[in-house]
T-cell receptor, first 113, second 107 residues
Framework: EAQVTQNPRYLITVTGKKLTVTCSQNMNHEYMSWYRQDPGLGLRQIYYSMNVEVTDKGDVPEGYKVSRKEKRNFPLILESPSPNQTSLYFC????????????FGPGTRLTVT | RKEVEQDPGPFNVPEGATVAFNCTYS??????FFWYRQDCRKEPKLLMSVYSSGNEDGRFTAQLNRASQYISLLIRDSKLSDSATYLC????????FGAGTILRVKS
């Protein structure tokens, strides 16, 4: 089954404790991205990757890191989480950049206390 | 002003009703437009793309008005299963998502 998977789905952590949210897709997509969704604000892009070893900042990259060592995986790293990073996070992939359908993972609900 | 604006709703309609949502965008050079559907606490999924000539998919019709910089989504004969949040998405060289319009269809 073609899909995007994310783990964990739910996470409660404390300020400053490094965490990683994994994202994997099995559709051989080139383009992957991370979004956060907050009430009233819509999805905002954190980072994106056009292909392996190519990553770039989105609209709200502060406090986040990513890597793209393999085509299928695109982990999101929070080196020192803070309460303002409490949000719903979605990983997405698409065939390549352009007018192609975005496939989203199921989401990760993160709470930082 | 937000780059993509939607009426947050909620729109509460009875089954069988026709309902329409509008979405306005700020960048007149925007090239492509989409509607995504998001069920509560779940991931967004593509509902339909919006073409210049307008397009229809069953009970759903999407239209684009470039002069006034808005797109619309019309749902006819609403079903309970149409209850969701509808996200307007505009390609401005990057994908910009609206905050969504909540639709609740009641029996």
């Amino acid at each position: 089954e073609a899909q995007v998977t994310q783990n964990p789905r739910y996470l409660i952590t404390v300020t400053g404790k490094k965490l990683t949210v994994t994202c994997s897709q099995n559709m051989n997509h080139e383009y992957m991205s991370w979004y956060r969704q907050d009430p009233g604000l819509g999805l905002r892009q954190i980072y994106y990757s056009m292909n392996v070893e190519v990553t770039d900042k989105g609209d709200v990259p502060e406090g986040y890191k990513v890597s793209r060592k393999e085509k299928r995986n695109f982990p999101l790293i929070l080196e020192s989480p803070s309460p303002n990073q409490t949000s719903l996070y979605f990983c997405a992939s698409t065939l390549k950049w352009g007018d192609y359908e975005q496939y989203f993972g199921p989401g990760t609900r993160l709470t930082v206390t | 002003r937000k780059e993509v604006e939607q009426d947050p709703g909620p729109f509460n309609v009875p089954e069988g009703a026709t309902v329409a949502f509008n979405c306005t965008y700020s960048n007149s050079a925007s090239q492509s437009f989409f509607w995504y559907r998001q069920d509560c606490r779940k991931e967004p999924k593509l509902l339909m793309s919006v073409y210049s000539s307008g397009n229809e998919d069953g009970r759903f019709t999407a239209q684009l008005n470039r002069a006034s910089q808005y797109i619309s989504l019309l749902i006819r004969d609403s079903k309970l299963s149409d209850s969701a949040t509808y996200l307007c998405v505009v390609n401005m060289g990057k994908l910009v998502f609206g905050a969504g319009t909540i639709l609740r269809v009641k029996s």
